[in-house]
């Protein structure tokens, strides 16, 4: 056995005998710990004793010990006391708890050392992040909630770093948002002048407003509700049985309007449809609308024999049909209103009343459309699309995120208010507003959730109201009652059996049942400036 296998068990050896005498040795060490302490006591207590009462005290003292010695077995229990005495009073007191770090000095390093990759200079011997550099002198300034999270956050970033380059301001936005938590949303200010990045958590929108009438004037639809640095408005809403003041997202259109046409692109099951619906209800009180069901769902299926609707088709050679008409009725509108422009008359009601068009993944009708070599209904949306603000018309185009390389590139050209609903990444967001999003989005977003731009403006976050399908017997009754509401007139298959309608000679039953003045109203309005069109 050689010398280093000798000395290494003879370490082991002796650290284990070091580790057995000191669980034999412990008891005696915890007694003679408590003697000691006992010891140190009655020194502290007789040298605090003034010296004409020290020979009393003795006297007291001698007295208590015969009387225990006389006692029987009174010397053993003194010694077991003492024993059990000294044995509790030499406990180690157990060390206190060390302080929990506050958040910044645990999240703030490692947000550091994850930017440093991205904005180090190795070559810059000065420079603001390297490996052994300190996060203070990066961060000017943060603040957490009460949860631990980072709320704010201002970070320095060098000059040399390309912040001008979307991709390069997406991997910082990308790395932030993953050091500060996925699960909430982050406003990112890109302060180019004095090189500072200013990092902002935004609080959740409310989910829980359903469809009701708005407080709006003709021709401004609210496309949802955001917070109140993306609008400078508020109005009252009904929301959880009480009315609040929320910032709506208003989408203004008609002759006047510089976005005319809104292009909606979302993730399945995000809301789309319920954004058409949401359009819907605030349109048909002052406009007529043609509703083309792409994907033949039956979403607006609550929408067929309203007044003012014109028709809703979910077939190609419907929409076909359908689209044909809108086309030669914006050219017939385009002719009556300049013929009135030009005689210096009143435009007539039939052509001042607004239409809308509006469009649920028509892209698929144009894939069938090109299979059976027939005419892409997206084509018949041109003179709609380009003249339609002048002839009161306007387009409503929702179809599915990844089918943004199926629309058209006049729809895409004419449609400049644009939405997107559902998750989104740092191409596909700006690719479908149409701009660059300042907003890193959140990793899960309920239904309805997205963002808003119109025009040029910066883009908005985005709360679709809760407008469900009267028809889905799944969806709570308390929303389905929300939007039956808002329908211009009673329908049999959502709710009980409307009033009826006696004919000229005909024989009133023996209890007669009296019409609602309000949708008999609605229905010989829309009869008068909306004749049905025959396809």
Request: glycine share 8%; hydrophobic share 45%.
């Amino acid at each position: 056995m050689s010398l280093t296998r000798h000395l290494t068990r003879g370490r082991d050896l002796a650290r284990s005998a070091g580790d057995h005498a000191a669980d034999v040795f412990a008891p005696l060490a915890l007694i003679g710990r408590g003697l000691r302490r006992h010891a140190d006591w009655a020194k502290a207590r007789w040298a605090a004793t003034p010296k004409e009462r020290r020979g009393p005290t003795l006297l007291v003292g001698a007295a208590v010990a015969l009387g225990v010695f006389l006692l029987p077995h009174g010397p053993l229990l003194a010694i077991v006391a003492l024993v059990a005495s000294a044995a509790w009073v030499g406990r180690s007191p157990k060390a206190p708890a060390e302080p929990e770090p506050a958040p910044a000095e645990v999240k703030l390093p490692a947000l550091y050392a994850a930017l440093t990759p991205y904005f180090g200079g190795y070559d810059d011997p000065g420079a603001l992040y390297r490996v052994d550099g300190e996060w203070q002198s990066a961060f000017g300034g943060w603040e957490f909630d009460p949860d631990g999270r980072l709320a704010a956050l201002e970070i320095a970033y060098p000059a040399y770093f390309t912040d001008t380059e979307p991709a390069a301001r997406a991997r910082i936005e990308q790395v932030v948002q993953g050091k500060a938590g996925r699960s909430r949303e982050y406003r990112f200010d890109w302060d180019e002048e004095s090189n500072r990045l200013r990092v902002a958590a935004l609080s959740p929108l409310p989910a829980d407003i359903a469809a009701q009438r708005f407080v709006t004037a003709p021709g401004e639809i609210v496309l949802g509700f955001t917070d109140d640095a993306g609008s400078h408005r508020t109005m009252p809403v009904e929301q959880g049985g009480v009315t609040e003041q929320q910032p709506p997202v208003i989408w203004r259109v008609g002759p006047r309007s510089a976005e005319p046409h809104l292009l909606a692109l979302g993730a399945p099951g995000h809301g789309t449809s319920t954004l058409l619906r949401s359009i819907a209800l605030q349109a048909l009180p002052y406009g007529d609308l043609v509703v083309v069901d792409g994907a033949s769902t039956g979403e607006h299926a609550c929408l067929v024999n309203r007044p003012g609707v014109h028709t809703v088709e979910t077939s190609l050679h419907g929409a076909l049909a359908a689209l044909e008409w809108c086309a030669r009725e914006t050219e017939r509108r385009l002719v009556a209103l300049n013929a009135a422009r030009h005689h210096g008359l009143a435009a007539p009601a039939d052509v001042s009343r607004p239409l809308w068009i509006l469009l649920d993944h028509l892209t698929e009708l144009s894939e069938l459309a090109h299979a059976e070599g027939r005419t892409d209904p997206q084509e018949l949306l041109e003179v709609p699309l380009r003249h339609g603000r002048a002839a009161r018309v306007t387009v409503v185009f929702v179809d599915a995120l990844d089918a943004r390389d199926r629309i058209s590139a006049t729809v895409r050209t004419c449609t400049r208010a644009r939405v997107v609903l559902g998750p989104v990444n740092a191409e596909s967001g700006p690719a479908a507003l149409g701009g660059p999003l300042d907003i890193a989005p959140a990793a899960h977003t309920p239904p309805g959730r997205g963002y808003a731009r119109i025009g040029t403006a910066a883009p908005v976050r985005l709360q679709v109201p809760v407008t469900v399908d009267p028809l889905d017997e799944d969806a709570p009754a308390a929303l389905r009652d929300a939007v039956v509401a808002l329908l211009p007139h009673r329908d049999t298959r959502t709710e009980a059996a409307a009033p009826v309608q006696l004919r000229a000679g005909a024989v009133a039953p023996a209890e007669p049942v009296a019409a609602e003045p309000v949708a008999a109203d609605l229905t010989k309005d829309a009869a008068q400036v909306s004749p049905r069109p025959v396809w």
